[in-house]
């Protein structure tokens, strides 16, 4: 299975971005997708999770009502739109996927960094 995420950057505060990821490979569908980040000098944090069967998202508190996550319209993709971001958004935001059979699988991460 190989992963790709996409659409980082650097945006100011109150700024927009969406950040994109794609599973390829698997014949299966995931059973859930997530988003990771993880800051300078912090761990790993979860900030959306959503199952591709019922579409529905769960959020970390720290952005609920700022990003969305949804289900994209192919199979294994996924993108999370992030508005309002501010700067202890920044971090490197990591895409897995979980698939029956075959465990969890990491994409490569992708930089957003929010200028105050």
């Known amino acids: 299975v190989r992963m790709v995420e996409s659409g980082g950057g650097l945006v100011q505060a109150g700024d927009s971005l969406r950040l994109s990821c794609a599973a390829s490979?698997?014949?299966?569908?995931?059973?859930?997708m997530s988003w990771y980040r993880q800051a300078p000098g912090k761990e790993r944090e979860l900030v959306a999770v959503?199952?591709?069967?019922?579409?529905?998202?769960n959020y970390a508190d720290s952005v609920k009502g700022r990003f969305t996550n949804s289900m994209g319209d192919q199979t294994n993709t996924m993108s999370l739109q992030m508005n309002s971001l501010q700067p202890e958004d920044t971090a490197v935001y990591y895409c897995?996927?979980?698939?029956?059979?075959?465990?969890?699988?990491w994409g490569q991460g992708t930089q957003v960094t929010v200028s105050s």
């Open positions: 959503i199952t591709s069967g019922g579409g529905r998202s």
């Open positions: 897995r996927a979980r698939f029956p059979f075959r465990g969890d699988y």
């Open positions: 490979g698997s014949t299966f569908s995931a059973i859930t």
